[in-house]
């Protein structure tokens, strides 16, 4: 393993071996990872075989034997320990997430911190597994409810936030009790690689978290869903690949919980704080460049301000600076690849055919000064088609489409209007509008005078197609458990 100075700095190059219980497995075909700002190698991991992958599920399953039945101290210790290992290492892992993702260093920084939360807040958590009992009369039974860990876990995540989202899901698990078999994206492994390092120098013992990659990735779902010893899998991603994991899973009757797409509304009535909501609406559409399931993808502006809603979200979003993500005045760094460009730009131009007017940005934007790779400018569109793909797609990346509405009605049947259910932003100074608005959203989060949800404390989860199930606070913790009841007689 490189030195924590060497890792992840710039021309360094970090060459990555899959955790299987104690082993460190390599493999003949290999991932290169790539800097998403400059296409430059950073790294490499190996590329599993359906092999790999069982030899994983039976490292986590023999584990589970012993880590199924730890007390809650041990398990609050370890994490702790985690937590803190996390934090002495922040640069390091920030620079990887960097690295690997191109987010803006600052936002990197965060994100290590975030996830650090989740297993702090887990280490306390884990002691407060309840069951529950009730004693009947002379002949009844005392009936006992008991909550056990669900078994071994095979996890899916992302790229985007390689730390966070894996986080949410292997503390909670691990905290319940669960073992896990991990599979980062191919994109941005290496930040997750080093989490499980930091995680064994912690004390975590072997097998109780194991993290692989794979490409293409789709031997790791088949092969957690048809292997009986999985009891549950946790994916974050695309609808398509969540639908089809729910269709194999079937195979098993393996629990799954699914944290899918967003096409997110931000709802500004005539009565908001156009202060705030500017300034919300800017951070709700830029973290990670926009590219977050849970950023602002639909604006929808009362008729009465759009135009000044409009001019002045458009004036601060178009003198943000793009660059890489280690420019200290960066603060909108590439997308993942140029695939994302080309997909967002084709949508743009769909949009532009339709009527829609470019306010700032477009590809007008990528002229003198604009850096070369897979960066995209922040751009603001004005009445929009709702039909376009702006509108119904999740766009995942920096653009904002607008939209003009007359009333109340309208404005939550147009953010309704849509096949996801995961977030939607409201902003106004009426208690009684933020109420309804709340109630009658279609979705699993609704943020008020805010720019995002946020705090590990608190459950997230989608309705609709956004998702099956709920990842953070205790239900988080409560999704890696069974309930058992246990009657007993005199």
């Not at 669900?150 to 790229?159: C, S």
């Not at 932003?425 to 699993?444: I, P």
């Not at 989060?445 to 459950?459: C, D, H, K, Q, T």
Request: charged share 20%.
């Amino acid at each position: 393993m490189p030195s924590t100075a060497a890792i992840g700095s710039p021309g360094s190059q970090n060459h990555e071996l899959l955790r299987i219980g104690s082993a460190r497995v390599d493999t003949a075909a290999r991932i290169e990872v790539r800097d998403p700002a400059t296409g430059a190698v950073i790294g490499s991991c190996p590329s599993a075989s359906a092999t790999e992958v069982t030899a994983a599920i039976g490292a986590a399953h023999t584990a589970f034997k012993t880590w199924g039945r730890t007390t809650a101290s041990t398990r609050a210790g370890v994490l702790h320990a985690i937590a803190e290992s996390m934090i002495a290492d922040q640069s390091a892992l920030a620079t990887l997430v960097t690295s690997e993702v191109g987010k803006p260093l600052a936002e990197s920084r965060g994100e290590v911190a975030y996830a650090a939360d989740f297993a702090q807040w887990y280490a306390e958590e884990t002691r407060r597994i309840h069951g529950r009992m009730t004693v009947g009369g002379t002949d009844e039974p005392w009936r006992q409810l008991m909550r056990q860990p669900v078994g071994v876990v095979g996890a899916i995540t992302p790229w985007n936030y390689p730390l966070v989202l894996s986080a949410r899901k292997i503390f909670a698990a691990i905290a319940a009790g669960c073992t896990v078999v991990l599979k980062p994206s191919e994109l941005a492994p290496l930040a997750v690689f080093r989490l499980g390092m930091l995680a064994e120098r912690a004390g975590l013992p072997d097998g109780v978290l194991n993290i692989i990659t794979a490409d293409p990735p789709d031997v790791v779902g088949d092969t957690f869903s048809s292997d009986p010893r999985v009891r549950k899998i946790s994916f974050t991603g695309s609808v398509k690949t969540g639908k089809n994991l729910m269709r194999i899973a079937a195979r098993t009757l393996t629990k799954i919980g699914l944290e899918l797409g967003g096409n997110n509304a931000f709802i500004v009535f005539e009565d908001a704080d156009l202060d705030a909501a500017v300034e919300a609406a800017v951070v709700a559409k830029l973290r990670n460049g926009g590219q977050t399931c849970v950023c602002a993808n639909r604006y929808l502006v009362h008729e009465t301000v759009l135009e000044e809603f409009t001019a002045r979200f458009a004036n601060v979003l178009g003198k943000k600076a793009v660059g890489s993500g280690f420019e200290p005045t960066t603060e909108v760094g590439p997308l993942i690849n140029q695939r994302a460009v080309d997909r967002i730009q084709s949508a743009v131009d769909e949009a532009v055919a339709a009527g829609a007017t470019v306010v700032c940005g477009g590809p007008e934007a990528t002229t003198d000064g604009f850096p070369e790779g897979p960066f995209y400018p922040p751009t603001v569109l004005l009445r929009v088609d709702p039909d376009s793909r702006l509108m119904t797609e999740e766009i995942f990346g920096p653009v904002a489409p607008i939209i003009p509405f007359r009333d109340f009605s309208q404005a939550i049947e147009s953010a309704n209007d849509t096949e996801y259910g995961l977030a939607a932003y409201v902003f106004t100074r009426s208690l009684k509008t933020a109420m309804r608005a709340s109630e009658e959203l279609q979705t699993g989060i609704v943020v008020v005078n805010r720019p995002a949800p946020s705090g590990v404390e608190f459950p997230q989860g989608g309705v609709k197609q956004s998702g099956i199930g709920l990842e953070g606070g205790p239900e988080g913790l409560e999704e890696f458990t069974t309930i058992k009841l246990v009657a007993l007689g005199s």
